[in-house]
């Protein structure tokens, strides 16, 4: 039963969090793909996660898999705007 409601808790966090940085994109006047790559793969690693818990798939692959995306993540932190203060 625990399972269930730490899943469900996870899917509503993840879809709150898209509109969040949906919205604040929107008010920045941010566009283009490059510069909301980092989130995609940080969204993907969470997605992957919850999918190898529910679907018994904790292993090997589901390691290299978040480590790709958290690399990817990492490398596409360059195309992220700067603010300026």
Not at 51 to 73: E, H, P, Q, R
């Amino acid at each position: 039963m625990l399972q269930i409601i730490l899943s469900i808790i996870l899917i509503i966090t993840l879809i709150f969090s898209i509109s969040v940085v949906i919205q604040k994109r929107k008010k920045a006047s941010i566009t283009g793909i490059k510069s909301i790559l980092t989130s995609i793969c940080l969204y993907l690693i969470a997605v992957t996660n919850l999918l190898a818990y529910w679907f018994d798939f904790m292993g090997l692959l589901n390691w290299s898999i978040t480590v790709i995306l958290l690399i990817l993540g990492a490398y596409f932190t360059k195309y992220m705007p700067v603010p300026d203060r």
